[in-house]
């Protein structure tokens, strides 16, 4: 049977792969067997509106009772699917993907994305053709509701607002033209923030820096928190669920630095508990947990084994090297609201600028690679690089990640979502950073070159 679902929900470009009719039928199946009450919300793509309806006339065709939620981030439909006691979620979705594309996530009665087994159940009744539909008589209904101020309270509940509120941060606000612009000033203006933005009108054509926050493409953003004299900025992406930090400097960090601070500090105040965070997150994470008494536990790569991993085994919080993070006490999902919400509690407490708390975390030189490979020879790809590498450790929950003694490590995995191979290294100096991804760009290009001619 093909599968519908990658590593986050379906995704693909709109009515092309994404046609209405496909969201229809998709959604129907998602109905039937999720339950009757289910929220339908979406992102603010120029397609979502065609597609959220579409996701709707789905579950109304097999009964469900409807709960429009609009435009608004993941993060804040997910919540509000747990906190009214619903059955199950829809949200269309392409989170920080280019324009042409939408997607599809489902979101169960906890407020987490559905985990393969329900994916796989969803798949078998769509290729069946769908749900028996509803005679005339019981077919659903559909009310709206915005569960934005509910959202913006749950997480206001998690920090210290008075103290918060008493250093009157001032704060540069970036959605990147996504639905974050719904409630990030928001959330900032009710925890006593000045608060600037820029790009933070809603517009699916993401025009002003695209809708995934790079280092490259968060310039703006630095330069207004220097010309402001901002004491941070933060970058969303399109979806709402990840947050990327600029220091007061305008010195942008990645996901890893902020999620490193947070887990400083949430170890502190929990010593002892362990955290979730996938196997391409950096070693300082682990550093980080050791020094404070507590542990790591490495998950696949993706946000919902993340998700599903902190409620299997009780962690109360998961990061990713994105800017994803995921605290348990409001709600094990990415949330960027939450993160930015969690930053300035730290900051609060500490009473010292963001550069200075993130200066004195560990610091390592990191690199990223991307090789094609057809999707049919990535398993083989993959058994046969798992024979060929030699290192001091070597783990597969996701790929092959290799461990040397000088504690760098190089992570080689088949991206689930593209017909590529994806690299993730770390290592203390540059040159050895290279090194060491050169060495095993080469094997990985030589044994697909191998896969292509067998
Ligand atoms: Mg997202």
Same mark, same amino acid.
């Given at each position: ?77 997910? #919540? ?246 995921? #605290? ?35 610091? #390592? ?90």
């Amino acid at each position: 049977m093909p599968r519908l679902f990658g590593t986050n929900g379906v995704r693909g470009v709109v009515n092309r792969e994404l046609t209405p009719e496909f969201v229809l039928r998709l959604s129907a199946s998602a109905g039937h067997l999720l339950g009757r009450e289910i929220a339908v919300g979406r992102d603010g793509r120029t397609s979502s509106d065609m597609l959220a309806k579409a996701a709707i006339s789905g579950l109304l065709s097999v009964g469900c009772r409807v709960h429009d939620m609009g435009l608004l981030p993941t993060p804040t439909l997910q #919540y509000a699917v747990k906190r009214l006691g619903l059955d199950g979620g829809i949200m269309i979705t392409a989170s920080h993907n280019p324009p042409e594309f939408n997607g599809v996530k489902v979101i169960l009665g906890d407020g987490v994305e559905a985990p393969r087994e329900v994916e796989e159940r969803i798949e078998e009744l769509y290729f069946r053709g769908g749900p028996p539909l509803k005679p005339w008589g019981e077919v659903g209904s559909v009310e709206g509701f915005n569960p934005i101020g509910i959202y913006i309270d749950g997480i206001l509940s998690h920090v210290d607002l008075e103290a918060i509120r008493k250093r009157r941060f001032r704060i540069v606000l970036d959605p990147g033209n996504g639905v974050a612009a719904l409630t990030a000033p928001e959330l900032a203006r009710r925890l006593g923030c000045e608060v600037y933005t820029i790009n933070a009108d809603i517009d699916g054509a993401f025009p002003g820096r695209g809708s995934e926050p790079r280092p490259e493409n968060l310039g703006d953003l630095s330069r207004l928190v220097e010309a402001v004299d901002a004491d941070l900025g933060v970058a969303f992406d399109g979806d709402g669920d990840r947050a990327i930090f600029v220091d007061e400097r305008g010195i942008v960090h990645w996901g890893d630095r902020s999620f490193a601070l947070v887990a400083w500090d949430y170890l502190r105040r929990h010593p002892g508990e362990a955290i979730a965070t996938p196997v391409s997150s950096s070693k300082m994470i682990e550093e980080i947990a050791c020094k404070a008494g507590g542990s790591v536990v490495w998950t696949r790569v993706g946000s919902i084994v993340v998700s599903r991993t902190m409620l299997e085994r009780g962690i109360n919080l998961g990061g990713e090297e994105n800017g994803g993070i995921f #605290y348990g006490p409001h709600q094990p999902v990415r949330d960027g609201g939450m993160t930015m919400a969690l930053i300035l509690d730290i900051l609060a407490r500490e009473g010292r600028t963001l550069s200075e708390l993130l200066g004195e975390l560990p610091r #390592y030189v990191q690199r990223k690679e991307r090789i094609p490979c057809p999707n049919e020879l990535k398993q083989r790809v993959l058994e046969a690089l798992r024979e060929r590498v030699e290192a001091e450790r070597i783990e597969t929950i996701d790929g092959v990640k290799l461990w040397f003694e000088d504690g760098s490590w190089i992570l080689i995995r088949p991206s689930g979502t593209e017909p590529i191979y994806r690299i993730y290294a770390e290592a203390e100096t540059e040159s050895r950073l290279n090194r060491m991804v050169e060495e095993h760009k080469r094997l990985l290009e030589e044994l697909i070159e191998e896969a292509k001619a067998s």
